[in-house]
């Protein structure tokens, strides 16, 4: 199993461009998470998701979309990239039979830099 | 709105000592507290997760404590060598779709 993948790594962007983030996880996991990593800050979710076709705002969601068509993937949109959207951004994954123990895996991260 | 606290941001200790790292947390109710390990530049590899219904949980060297009552959890590390080296970091989840809240981290470095 390959868990959690993340694609691209690096990404360098100018103010006003678009992208995507795509995570995709192997491990048939039910929930999806965007954290973004900041100095000072530490970890903060963007989004989530609960399942395939559902998504909810997190903590920071501003200037961000997300979507999950498929269960194993879940895409996070920047439309016009802010230099305040430089941030390492992770993706995560859990399989949640249960409140008590929902182990979340972490995918290897993105760096983006928006100029 | 939960806040999780750890202390110390940063230690540094020579090998072969025992070391215990410290994570408290302001809403006593919670379902799990889960520890994670962060190399430079890497992601973030779980290294346990303490249901609350549990006082310990062991994983090699590594043995994490959770006391509910007194919002606290420690993460004790046995016979420490240097890549044992890394951030940890501490998470407890909300109640919106488990999204986990974290800890500052604390940076360990173990010096040979």
């Known amino acids: 199993n390959a868990g959690v993948t993340q694609t691209p790594k690096f990404r360098v962007l100018k103010t006003g461009q678009s992208m995507t983030l795509l995570c995709a996880q192997d491990?048939?996991?039910?929930?999806m998470y965007w954290y973004r990593q900041d100095p000072g800050m530490g970890l903060r979710l963007i989004h989530y998701?609960?399942?395939?076709?559902?998504?909810a705002k997190g903590e920071v969601p501003d200037g961000y979309n997300v979507s999950r068509l498929k269960k194993q993937n879940f895409l996070l949109g920047l439309e016009s990239a802010a230099p305040s959207q430089t941030s390492v951004y992770f993706c995560?994954?859990?399989?949640?039979?249960?409140?008590?123990?929902?182990?979340?895996?972490f995918g290897p991260g993105t760096r983006l830099t928006v100029l | 709105k939960q806040e999780v606290t750890q202390i110390p941001a940063a230690l540094s200790v020579p090998e072969g000592e025992n070391l215990v790292l410290n994570c408290s947390f302001t809403?006593?109710?919670?379902?799990?507290l889960q520890w994670f390990r962060q190399d430079p530049g890497k992601g973030l590899t779980s290294l346990l997760l303490?249901?609350?219904?549990?006082r310990e949980q062991t994983s090699g060297r590594l043995n994490a404590s959770l006391d509910k009552s007194s919002g606290r959890s420690t993460l004790y590390i046995a016979a420490s060598q240097p890549g044992d080296s890394a951030t940890y970091l501490c998470?407890?989840?909300?109640?919106?779709?488990?999204?986990?809240?974290f800890g500052g981290g604390t940076r360990l470095m173990v010096k040979p």
């Open positions: 809403d006593s109710a919670i379902y799990n």
């Open positions: 998470a407890v989840p909300g109640n919106a779709g488990n999204m986990l809240t």
């Open positions: 998701s609960v399942g395939e076709g559902t998504t």
């Open positions: 995560a994954s859990s399989y949640s039979p249960s409140r008590f123990y929902n182990e979340q895996f």
């Open positions: 303490i249901q609350s219904s549990q």
């Open positions: 491990m048939n996991h039910e929930y």
